[in-house]
T-cell receptor, first 109, second 120 residues
Framework: KNEVEQSPQNLTAQEGEFITINCSYS?????LHWLQQHPGGGIVSLFM???GKKKHGRLIATINIQEKHSSLHITASHPRDSAVYIC???????????FGGGTRVLVKP | SQTIHQWPATLVQPVGSPLSLECTVE??????LYWYRQAAGRGLQLLFY??????ISSEVPQNLSASRPQDRQFILSSKKLLLSDSGFYLC???????????????????FGPGTRLTVL
């Protein structure tokens, strides 16, 4: 079993719909990252969080440390949100990230 | 502002040929630097990371090596490429805290544009 599991693997939504991507992990962590990978391959860091909730524009990330679970929400989805969303966790004070397999999101107009 | 560059953007190499991918960071000092690989249909895998000049940590056994000849330069190399080396290679940097010997990163990682390598 992978240390970081994401669900769903693929998601198709209509423009305007609310999207939720889930990330569960099985190890103790010091921080969790959400990344966005565009079709060309470039990766952008969306959030880094260790507790609670963060919001940036239409994106919201939450984390429940006790349940070892994080969610990424996209409100009022748009075709430009189509990308692969990747969850990654950092353990302790180290420098290494362990990645989930990614969720491929397609938003149709 | 900080920027990270990688080149080349794409590369097609025959099996057994050497490899050199370069990553440079601008606008920051003493960054932590990382090399990742994303094989087709698979997730990101950390290959190497560096907390300072000449300091390289390897995460997985392979025929690749990394070097950091300057503070903001990170190079990924191979003497003889294998078919399994094909993939998308990403360099990343993060800010760091602490002294060079114990430096750890509590900051976001910022990724370069990547190099798509095809080994034939």
């Amino acid at each position: 079993k992978n240390e970081v599991e994401q669900s769903p693997q693929n998601l198709t939504a209509q423009e305007g719909e609310f999207i939720t991507i889930n990330c569960s992990y099985s190890v103790g962590i010091s921080a969790l990252h959400w990344l966005q990978q565009h079709p060309g391959g470039g990766i952008v860091s969306l959030f880094m969080l260790s507790s609670g909730k963060k919001k940036h524009g239409r994106l919201i990330a939450t984390i429940n440390i006790q349940e070892k679970h994080s969610s990424l929400h996209i409100t009022a989805s748009h075709p430009r949100d189509s990308a692969v969303y990747i969850c990654a966790v950092r353990r302790g004070a180290g420098n290494k990230l362990t990645f989930g397999g990614g969720t491929r999101v397609l938003v149709k107009p | 502002s900080q920027t990270i560059h990688q080149w080349p953007a794409t590369l097609v190499q025959p099996v057994g040929s050497p490899l050199s991918l370069e990553c440079t960071v601008e606008g920051t000092s003493n960054p932590n630097l990382y090399w990742y690989r994303q094989a087709a249909g698979r997730g990101l895998q950390l290959l190497f990371y560096s907390v300072g000049i000449g300091q390289i940590s390897s995460e997985v056994p392979q025929n690749l090596s990394a070097s950091r000849p300057q503070d903001r330069q990170f190079i990924l190399s191979s003497k003889k490429l294998l078919l399994s080396d094909s993939g998308f290679y990403l360099c990343a940097w993060s800010g760091a805290t602490g002294s060079p010997g114990t430096r750890s990163s509590y900051n976001e990682q910022f990724f370069g544009p990547g190099t798509r390598l095809t080994v034939l």
